[in-house]
Structures are given as C-alpha cells and as structure tokens.
C-alpha cells in the first residue's frame, strides 16, 4: 500500500512587499526582511554550518573563528532554491531574475570583531562594475545591537556608494594587465579607504544598525559598504549566519577585473594589497564563455530564482 508523502514544508514565508519598500531599496541599497524564513529552515542551516565551517587563522580578536567561502548547494540549500516565496521576494525588489552564485557561512566567536568597513569587491569580481548584484544575509541567532553585537553595521547607499571603488578597481585591473605601474593612485585610495581612516568616523556617525531574529534577512546591493559588529560578552557564545550571493541574470563576464581582484583578495578599489588569493572563484567556472558574455550562457552558471 502506498500512503501519500506528507508535503513538503514550507521553507520561505511570502512577504507583503510593496512599491515603497522596493523604491527604498533601491535607493538604500538594503532592506530587512522579517520572518523571511520559516522555522523549518532555520535548524537545518545550523547544521550546515556546523558540519562545513573551517576554523581561520585570523589573530584572536580580529575575523572570524570559522568560516566558508563555499557552502555546498544542497540539501536545505537546494530546498530553499525550490521555494517560490523566494523568488518572488527577490525578483520583485531587484526587479531581475537572479542568479544564485555561492552560499557562505560565517562564525564569529565572543571578543571577535568580523570585517572591517568594505563592499562585496571579492565575492563579485567577476562581473562588470555596472552588473547588479546583492547578497542576502541569514542570521542562525538573534542580533541585538544595544546589548550584545554581533550583527552588521552598513551605511546606506544614499549617502556613500561603493560603485567608484568597482570602477577604480576596473581601471587598475587594465592597467596591471598592461604592465603599467599602479602605485601612485593605489597610494590615494589606501589612505582615503584604510580602515581605520579618514572614513571611518564619517561611517560609523551614519551607520544603521538593527536587530534581527532567527528567519530574519537582510537583503543588500554590492554597492553597500558594511562591517561586523563585535560580539561582546553575554548569553551567546557564537553568531553564525549564511550568506546567498546573487548576480542579476543581465550580468555579464569581465575576467579582467576578476584577475585584478584576484591577486589583491578584493583590496584593488581600495588600494589594499592582501597577496593573491589561492582558491578558485566561483568565477573561474565560466570556461564555456568569453569575456563580456552572461553569465546565464554558461552551463555552469548555477540556478536561476
């Protein structure tokens, strides 16, 4: 006798979105999504990340303690692709089809400080400046900026937009493919973006803080500039979260920036000079198409929301 299976549960709450909050969107650059995940979503990503993140060898007080760069696409991963509240949130507020690139996982530990101020200049490096691209960010505990941090600080785009850096970074990525010497305005950029710098007080006077629950997102432009805010001392020993980065489906390939990128782990547009970094990209999969072609010809693309 076959019973019937019992339906599958619902990963993804579809959320009452209107004109307003996509216009502020896209002119902030970031937008909170309460109760975005359901709580059957939310232990499985805990067990993800606990089974795939790797300790880092950042200084005790500085990064994370554990992190991924890749989250392997399956299991509750590929579940949440299936949703259609997913997509819909998605595609509604970025107005575009979205191309679902990388999961990353993050652990920051009591006395951690996580990232300084930056942009997604790594994770995206592979598509033109001008490509859309966001993140969407997926806490595993709460976040309370008033009592023990641990959640995100980000400045809205408003008031300071990343979109120069990419360009910078564009144009130093010609230029060392040419041979030619960047030093001088690499010189500009580093002290204009070090952090801390000259504007880091103008940062954290405009940053925006909120608190966020298990199932809570937030959802934000490669253009944001953010950090990590320190988990202090108190009930929670750790903060995990997962990270989904999408590329609009229009994006297009530029493996000269990617290279550019690549041998400065995403310092280019700030003048920042980190060493080469050693694991492939999510980009360097493309070796079915050209430069300046979508990355929604490559079989190897990934899935499409």
């Known amino acids: 006798m076959n ?15 209107d004109p307003h909050q996509r216009r502020l969107f896209q002119e902030q650059g970031y937008l909170k999504l309460p109760g975005l995940l359901s709580s059957a979503a939310i232990e499985p990503l805990r067990q993800l990340v606990e089974q795939q993140l790797r300790p880092t060898q950042a200084s005790a007080g500085e990064g994370f303690n554990r992190l991924t760069h890749r989250l392997e696409q399956d299991g509750i991963l590929r579940q949440l692709q299936g949703q259609p509240a997913l997509a819909q949130v998605l595609t509604y507020l970025t107005d575009s089809r979205l191309i679902l690139c990388e999961a990353q996982g993050f652990e920051l530990g009591q006395g951690r400080s996580g990232f300084a101020w930056h942009y997604d200049s790594l994770n995206f490096r592979y598509i033109r400046p001008q490509d859309p691209a966001f993140s969407l960010w997926l806490p595993l505990q709460p976040v309370r900026p008033e009592a023990q941090g641990g959640g995100m600080a980000w400045v809205p ?6 979109l120069g850096n990419f360009q910078f970074s564009r144009m130093l990525a010609q230029q060392l493919a040419q041979g030619e010497s960047i030093a001088e305005l690499s010189e ?17 006077r405009q940053r925006i803080e909120e608190a966020f629950e298990p199932g809570d997102a ?7 500039w953010h950090r990590s805010s320190p988990l202090l001392a108190g009930e929670l020993s750790r903060r995990q979260a ?14 000269l920036l990617q290279d550019g990128e690549t041998r400065t782990t995403g310092g280019l547009g700030m003048g920042q000079e980190r060493g080469a970094l050693k694991p492939l990209s999510y980009g360097s999969r493309f070796v079915d198409i050209q430069a300046g072609d979508l990355l ?10």
């Open 242 to 255: 997962v990270t989904l980065r999408l590329v609009a489906a229009q994006a297009r390939l530029d493996p």
């Open 157 to 162: 785009l408003s008031l300071c937009s990343a």
């Open 218 to 224: 937030l959802l934000f432009s490669k253009y944001l």
């Open 3 to 17: 019973l019937p299976q019992p339906p599958a549960p619902c990963l993804v709450n579809p959320l009452p979105l």
């Open 296 to 305: 929604s010809r490559s079989a190897h693309c990934g899935p499409l929301l």
């Open 188 to 204: 500009l950029l580093r002290q204009t973006y070090a952090s801390p710098g000259p504007l880091t007080e103008r940062f954290e």
